[in-house]
C-alpha cells in the first residue's frame, strides 16, 4: 500500500506517514485542508457579499455588492479595492501571531491557498504583487518578511510575477496608535520608492500584499507612494481583517 501510493503521489505517501494537522488544534486530518471541521467553524471567513465594496470592511448581513461603508462613502482610500480572507478576531489571532511572530512558515501553503481564492474571486487585474515591507531592523529580528513569504507562494497559484525591493519602509514606526488620526501620522512619510525603481510599477496595477488589514492606514501610505510613482492603480490583499473602524 505504501509503494502504491508513493508511485502514485509522493505527497499522499508522506501523508501516510506523517498525517497533516490542524494549523490550530494540532488534529490530524485526512486531507491538508489547514483546519480541522471544528476550527473551521470557529474562522468567520469573509463573503463578497457583505462587505464595503471598496475597503472590505465586514458588514453583519448581506448588502450586494455595490455598498459602501460610511467611511468609504466619506472620502473613498487611494486604493481601488481591499479584501481579507477573514476576520481578525479571538479565533484567528492565534494562527496570525503564530505565523508573524512564531516562526510558523509552514502555514504559508495554506494561507495562500486561501488568498488565491479571494484574489480570483475579485476579478482583479494585477499586474505585479509588491509586499508590503518591514523596516530593516524589524527583519533582522524576525528573520522573515511574512508578506514576502506569501508572494513568493502566491506566484504559483495566481501566476503574477513579484518585486520584493520596490517597495521600502526606510522608517522604523512606533507602534500604531489607537485613532485613526495616530495611526496615520505614525506612517506618514515611512515608505519609498527610489527613483531608479519607478519604471517598474508605472502603468502598472498592483497587488498590495499584507498579512492583516487593521486601520487600512499602511496600506494606503503605502498606495499613495506607488501612485505618486506612475502606478495605474492598487488592490489589497490580507489574510485578516479587523472589525472595527478607528475613529
Known amino acids: 500500500m505504501l509503494l502504491k501510493a508513493l508511485k502514485s503521489s509522493p505527497r499522499r505517501f508522506f501523508d501516510l506517514i506523517i498525517p497533516p494537522q490542524c494549523l490550530l488544534c494540532y488534529t490530524y486530518l485526512f486531507e491538508e485542508d489547514g483546519l480541522c471541521a471544528d476550527c473551521w467553524k470557529k474562522m468567520t471567513f469573509l463573503s463578497s457579499e457583505a462587505i464595503c465594496k471598496c475597503c472590505g470592511y465586514p458588514f453583519d448581513y448581506t448588502v450586494g455588492i455595490e455598498i459602501l461603508c460610511g467611511k468609504c462613502a466619506r472620502q473613498k482610500p487611494s486604493f481601488h479595492q481591499a479584501r481579507s480572507v477573514f476576520v481578525y478576531d479571538d479565533n484567528c489571532r492565534e494562527l496570525i501571531l503564530r505565523f508573524k511572530h512564531g516562526d510558523a512558515v509552514y502555514m504559508v501553503p495554506?494561507?495562500?491557498?486561501?488568498?488565491?481564492?479571494?484574489?480570483?474571486?475579485?476579478?482583479?487585474?494585477?499586474?505585479?504583487?509588491?509586499?508590503?515591507?518591514?523596516?530593516?531592523?524589524?527583519?533582522?529580528?524576525?528573520?522573515?518578511?511574512?508578506?514576502?513569504?506569501?508572494?513568493?507562494?502566491?506566484?504559483?497559484?495566481?501566476?503574477?510575477?513579484?518585486?520584493?525591493?520596490?517597495?521600502?519602509?526606510?522608517?522604523?514606526?512606533?507602534?500604531?496608535?489607537?485613532?485613526?488620526?495616530?495611526?496615520?501620522?505614525?506612517?506618514?512619510?515611512?515608505?519609498?520608492?527610489?527613483?531608479?525603481?519607478?519604471?517598474?510599477?508605472?502603468?502598472?496595477?498592483?497587488l498590495l500584499v499584507d498579512d492583516v488589514y487593521t486601520s487600512g492606514a499602511t496600506l494606503t501610505t503605502c498606495a499613495d507612494v506607488l501612485l505618486k510613482a506612475g502606478a495605474k492603480n492598487i488592490f489589497a490583499l490580507s489574510l485578516a481583517r479587523v472589525e472595527k473602524h478607528f475613529k
Open 110 to 206: 495554506t494561507f495562500t491557498n486561501w488568498l488565491s481564492r479571494v484574489y480570483k474571486e475579485s476579478k482583479w487585474e494585477a499586474d505585479l504583487m509588491i509586499p508590503v515591507p518591514l523596516h530593516w531592523s524589524r527583519l533582522l529580528y524576525r528573520h522573515y518578511n511574512q508578506s514576502a513569504l506569501l508572494i513568493r507562494r502566491l506566484k504559483k497559484s495566481i501566476g503574477l510575477p513579484y518585486a520584493m525591493n520596490i517597495l521600502v519602509r526606510h522608517r522604523r514606526t512606533p507602534s500604531q496608535g489607537q485613532t485613526l488620526t495616530n495611526r496615520f501620522q505614525n506612517v506618514k512619510g515611512a515608505f519609498m520608492i527610489k527613483s531608479k525603481h519607478t519604471s517598474i510599477v508605472a502603468g502598472k496595477s498592483i
